[in-house]
């Protein structure tokens, strides 16, 4: 079962540019988390939200979450040639004790030099 | 360094066969997980566990088995049973509780051949 869904699912900007992208999910979560995939390889973490928190920042990365629309965005500042990569929200809504993550389709993005 | 292993990087089965996929941690790790990638997807989980000697099915467990022998180890057994095995299969470990990231192993591509 699909619980975030990431939108857009496919994203080209320009070396510099900022990029956003989100993620909606259905259920209340305990926390949304955001990992990178490069192509053919493991997913990395990159950055972990819990639910009474409405935004946290990492470097270049700016996460939001609004538990009132179910939504979380993921705004990276200044991209590069190396952010192009497949991102992927993952929410936790195991209540603590059983600790699973659902994981969405994915937003493609590449980052033109 | 502590991280997490899959072996190997590229498995080939033919029709009929069992194959075993290795995931080995050395993170002290309660939890692992393992999940299918298909192209243009997103994770689905298979099965998981969180603590030696007990595991559970995940959304797609049919066709697939694991055991958890060892805290380090977390093998995934591909059975004739599943029908589209091809895939790429990732194995994660988090801490037991939630508020915690996964750490992803490098992955395997099984193809039927």
């Known amino acids: 079962s699909q619980q975030g869904e990431e939108d857009p699912q496919a994203l080209s900007i320009q070396e510099g540019e900022n990029a956003t992208m989100n993620c909606s999910y259905k259920?209340?979560?305990?926390?949304l988390q955001w990992y990178r995939q490069n192509s053919g390889r493991g997913l990395v973490h990159l950055i972990l939200i819990r639910s009474n928190e409405r935004e946290k920042h990492s470097g270049r990365l700016r996460v939001t979450l609004d538990t009132s629309k179910k939504s979380s965005s993921l705004l990276i500042t200044a991209s590069r040639a190396a952010d192009t990569a497949s991102y992927f929200c993952a929410t936790d809504s195991s209540g603590g004790s059983n600790y699973k993550l659902t994981f969405g389709k994915g937003t493609l993005l590449t980052v033109n030099p | 360094d502590g991280g997490i292993t899959q072996s190997p990087k590229y498995l080939f089965r033919k029709e009929g066969q069992n194959v075993t996929l290795s995931c080995e941690q050395n993170l002290n790790h309660d939890a692992m997980y393992w999940y299918r990638q298909d192209p243009g997807q997103g994770l689905r989980l298979i099965y998981y566990?969180?603590?030696?000697?007990?595991?559970q099915k995940g959304d797609i467990a049919e066709g697939y088995s694991v055991s958890r022998e060892k805290k380090e180890s977390f093998p995934l057994t591909v059975t004739s049973a599943q029908k589209n095995p091809t895939a790429f299969y990732l194995c994660?470990?988090?801490?037991?509780?939630?508020?915690?990231?996964?750490?992803f192993g490098s992955g395997t591509r099984l193809t039927v051949v």
């Open positions: 994660a470990s988090s801490a037991k509780q939630g508020n915690y990231g996964y750490t």
């Open positions: 566990s969180q603590i030696v000697n007990d595991f």
């Open positions: 259920t209340s979560i305990n926390n």
